[in-house]
Structure formats: C-alpha cells, structure tokens
C-alpha cells in the first residue's frame, strides 16, 4: 500500500459548512465503472482488478464520447493511480470512526456525505479528494473529461471494454505511477 505525507486541506477547525464550500470547489470525479468500479469516495470495495460494485447512486445517462488512445490511456492510469490512495483512505477512515466496522461512504462531489464524517475523517476525505484531483490533472484530463468518460463508460459497452483492456494492458507492463 502506498504511503506518503500530504498536508491536510482542512484545519480540525474546519465547520461542517466550510468542508462543504470546499469539496464544492472541487470538480466532480464521480463514479468508476466496470471492471474498476468504485466511488471516487471511499466505499469498502476491493482493489481494481478483483470485482465490480455498484453506485449507490446510478449515473445519468450520457451521451457517447469519442475517445483517442491516449485519452484511454490517460484515463486508465488515472483510475489504477487513485485506486491504492482510495483504499489507503478507507483503512484510515475505518480507523477514525469505528476500527473493524465500516466507516459511512462518501463521494467527493457530495459534501454531505464527507460532512456526515467526524472531523478528523472529513480532513482524510478531503485530502483524498484533493489527490484525486491532482492525480487526474497530472494525466491530462479535466476532471470534466474524466467525469464524461466516466458517465459514458457506465452504458457504452464498447468504450468500457476499451478502457478495461487498456487498464489490463497497463497491470501487465507493470504499471508505476
């Protein structure tokens, strides 16, 4: 599991409100499909390449986005890159709320759902929300973009298979971040 140290966004001060008004100004990441479906939240769901989960929320249906290789690949690689932070955030939000029960679910783009956590696990979500932020930046997609795909991918059989044999592709070259 990847370790590191990133300053929090939120002082233990921090109101609930003003955890909302700043997961607000965060775009949207939304949920993963398919092969590797999980919130961009923190649900206890297995890494990536083991089994698919359902929203809890089901998306809205999305028109069909053309997609260029690198955009795929950019795209599976942001996906493979939160996967081990999200699950890195579940066990320390576990650890805040209840060791050995799970904690409540959150999605980045419901800040009710991270304002429903105590406050030292709002400040966990809200990190984890700022890194997948960055992470998906740093592989050249707008968070809208990654969004539009995201959408799309949950009802185009095509572009989902697309993405999962890149994302396949990716694990078997060794894929580093």
């Known amino acids: 599991m990847t370790h590191f140290e990133v300053e929090s966004v939120v002082p233990s001060s921090l109101s609930r409100l003003r955890v909302k008004q700043r997961l607000r100004q965060m775009l949207p990441l939304g949920w993963f499909f398919s092969f590797s479906i999980f919130a961009l939240g923190c649900a206890p769901t297995p890494p990536v390449s083991s089994q698919a989960t359902e929203p809890s929320a089901p998306l809205p249906p999305a028109p069909p986005v053309i997609l260029s290789e690198e955009e795929v690949s950019n795209y599976a690689r942001t996906v493979l890159t939160i996967e081990p932070i999200r699950q890195d955030t579940f066990t320390q939000i576990q650890q805040v709320v209840s060791p050995g029960t799970l904690p409540p679910n959150f999605v980045c783009n419901q800040p009710d759902t991270v304002a429903q956590l105590p406050k030292k696990a709002q400040s966990i979500a809200v990190n984890y929300c700022?890194?997948?932020?960055?992470?998906?930046?740093?592989?050249?997609?707008?968070?809208?973009?990654?969004?539009?795909?995201?959408?799309?991918?949950?009802?185009?059989?095509?572009?989902?298979?697309?993405?999962?044999?890149?994302?396949?592709?990716?694990?078997?070259?060794?894929?580093?971040?």
Do not use: H, M, P, V
Request: hydrophobic share 35%; proline share 0%.
């Open 130 to 177: 700022t890194q997948a932020k960055t992470i998906s930046q740093t592989n050249n997609l707008e968070l809208s973009r990654f969004n539009e795909i995201t959408a799309s991918a949950a009802s185009d059989e095509i572009l989902r298979q697309e993405i999962q044999a890149e994302l396949l592709r990716q694990q078997q070259q060794g894929f580093t971040r």
